[in-house]
């Protein structure tokens, strides 16, 4: 297993399914996962979905600058840090953003998100 090839393709997926339809990340959570959005923590895969559709814009497009990984413990993890932009329907500037994952794998075979954390970085 390619630890960047494996970030990358998770990188891939993610933001293109997070632009496309925010539901459709359910399956990359598990009941266990939680996600830190703005210092709101959220614990379980049906409560992240829900606060991901219900965030108070409908149409975005995530552009990627950086994507860096670690392998992460014993059982296979990783770590993988993301940067880039993000851009709002209606909006004219973009909005710079940070999110780190925290993926483990799964038995058969493939990665699950068990943390994420996402900051929107301010100028």
Partial sequence: MDPDAVSKAFVEHYYSTFDANRAGLANLYQ????????????????NIVAKLTSLPFQQCQHQ????DC?????????LVFVSGNLQLS???????????????PTPQGSFYVLNDIFRLNYA
């Fill in 31 to 46: 009941d266990g996962s939680m996600l830190t959005f703005e210092g709101q923590k959220i614990a379980g895969s049906p």
């Fill in 90 to 104: 209606g909006e004219q500037h973009a909005l710079k953003f940070s999110q780190m994952f925290h993926l483990m």
């Fill in 70 to 78: 670690q392998p992460s413990g014993p059982a296979g993890g990783m």
């Fill in 64 to 67: 990627i600058t950086t994507v």
